[in-house]
């Protein structure tokens, strides 16, 4: 009995360390690279500089870059698990997520830039 007891307790602890392991890395879970998160490449310095201004955590509304506005939704916690915004200049309209390395630009879900 004793032995049946240590034994449970001991897969008890070995779960209880793996849930606190860190969190996956997207390499590790998305093997394929075409199936990783994409990138969209900023068109303009103007683009560059909305995305490093998102780092700020702007609240949402107008954001006057260059001459430019651009509308800035407020974030929101995507299905990837990354803070999202949606970002408007004039017509177009795109998504930036919150990356390690900074804001970027992703493509939609519903196709395009």
Do not use: K, N
Not at 3 to 20: D, V
């Amino acid at each position: 009995m004793r032995a049946r007891l240590f034994f449970l307790c001991s897969l008890g602890c070995l779960g209880a360390l793996g849930c606190g392991a860190s969190e996956p890395r997207e390499a590790d879970i998305f093997h394929d690279p075409a199936l990783r998160a994409s990138e969209v490449e900023p068109a303009s310095e103007d683009d560059r500089a909305v995305l490093a201004r998102l780092a700020s955590d702007p609240a949402p509304g107008a954001l006057e870059v260059g001459g430019s506005t651009y509308e800035i939704d407020a974030a929101y916690a995507a299905a990837s698990g990354r803070r999202c915004r949606h970002v408007r200049d004039g017509s177009a309209e795109r998504l930036a997520c919150e990356t390690t390395e900074g804001w970027r630009f992703v493509p939609g879900l519903l196709g395009g830039p």
